[in-house]
DNA sequence: TTTTGAGTTGTTCGA
DNA sequence: GTCGAACAACTCAAA
């Protein structure tokens, strides 16, 4: 019996079926078998977290149903998944869409060199960025370390961004006999289900995807450019776990947006998609962004190790309402809002002095939308590690900030409720009210929410301080 | 070639 | 109460 004809499409991060360039280079060929592989071997350190791992459970059901249940799963290394499909198919091709983790180009690289040698037609194409970033490069030939030039100067003004690609109108596909189960996969957590409740918010997968980019575009993008920074409002796109599984394409978004938004709103918002592209450009150009600092000069930063201090601040028991809320966002929903990241990074990293990579790691578990790239970019930039980073000196005071972008108070009474009783002039530093407004609002520092694990004036000098001695460890 | 000015997301202090 | 200055050092590109 002679073995079936088919060609591969190796599904990674770019779940979908629209604007998917591998999947209609592989139709050419006629049938083809769609695959998934969860490659923890060749993973470094930065294997699939736990929130993005429930998450993809939920992308791979999705995406199997969109291909009528004929999409085969493997767990393993994907250099064997891939030989083992060699031995049991006639391949006509192998196709796949880029990733830029430094583990997986490593792990592609060898895989296509193994292919070629062995005579079989491999295609990789773009599908996750705008610009690739070997594409963008100063008039001296090296890469860009500062956003505004490499955006506006090299992607925007360069060249436009690929259009999308329509979702192929019919596909002839198989399952292998081998795939395994999705249960096999074992991506949601056991006990506890930490999970349920988690995605009732969200509807992973392609037609989630879309239902989000619409939303947005009817009701987020105008007033976009200053609604986006307030945490209890909705002007945000919330596509990030999309775009990190790829279940809608950056030129999608790119090009509905322009469509259908105008002025300083829209242009805040591509360059918004601009940052996903640096974070993506600085991880390829130096693969040691996630472990090591850009700028080496911080190697001799005096970082603090206190365990309890991060402990607090991961379950969201700093004393810091601000922090809290956004901590206990993360925790409850796997999401936290863009401007509130920034606040307890820079509460972590600049009042508790602990190393920026901390955060990192608990972000990286914990996130819905956990991304190689703008995670390790965005830390380092917070820290003032970073390429094109945060001025030392830019040092988040958690109280202002919160009277500024939840003035009312809306998003901290959602998260920290044992303080919701507190009158708005207290809510943002309950240790400031007097004890007559603590007990009206049945609190008690210490007891029922928790004192402040830093004094902010104090822990600021500090940091200052410490900046300080970097530049002298320089001299 | 050298100079110059600007650079995602801030805070504090003193006039 | 408002406002400007100060808080590094470096990158980038236009002048």
Known sequence: MSKEKVSI???????????NPALIAALQNGTILPIYILDDENADEWKMGAATRVWLHHSLIALRKSLNGNLSLFHGNAENVLSNLIEAYDIQGIYWNR???????????????ILQDANI???SFNASLLWEPWTVKKADGTPYRVFSPFYYKGCETAAPPREPMPKPEQIDAVRATDSLNLNDLTLLPSTPRWDEGMMDNW???????????????????????????IPSKRNVSRLSPYLQTGEISPNTVWYRAKENGEGPDLKHFCSELGWREFSYYLLYHF????????????????????????????????????????????WQTGYMHNRVRMIVASFLIKNLLIHWRKGAEWFWD????????????????????????????????????????????????????????LPDKYLFAPWEAPATILAGANIKLGNTYPKPIADLKLSRAAALEAFQSLKQSEA
């Open 9 to 19: 499409v190796w599904f990674r991060q770019d779940l979908r079926l629209s604007d």
């Open 99 to 113: 990733c830029y983790e430094p583990w997986r180009i490593k792990r592609d690289s060898k895989i296509k060199t």
């Open 121 to 123: 037609t491999v295609e």
């Open 203 to 229: 509807r992973p997968g392609e037609v989630g995807a879309e239902e989000c980019l619409s939303k947005f575009l009817d009701n987020g993008l105008a007033g976009y450019k200053n609604g986006r920074n």
């Open 287 to 330: 693969p040691t962004l996630p472990e090591k600092n850009h700028q080496p000069k911080f190697d001799n930063f005096p970082w603090v190790k206190d365990d309890n201090a991060l402990d607090a601040w991961q379950r969201g028991e700093t004393g810091i309402p601000i922090v809290d809320a956004g901590m206990r966002e993360l």
């Open 366 to 421: 914990t996130l819905i939308d956990a991304d190689l790239a703008n995670n390790s970019a965005s830390w380092q930039w917070v820290a003032g590690s970073g390429a094109d980073a945060a001025p030392y000196f830019r040092i988040f005071n958690p109280v202002s900030q919160a009277q500024k972008f939840d003035p009312s108070g809306t998003y901290i009474r959602k998260y920290v409720p044992e303080i919701r009783d």
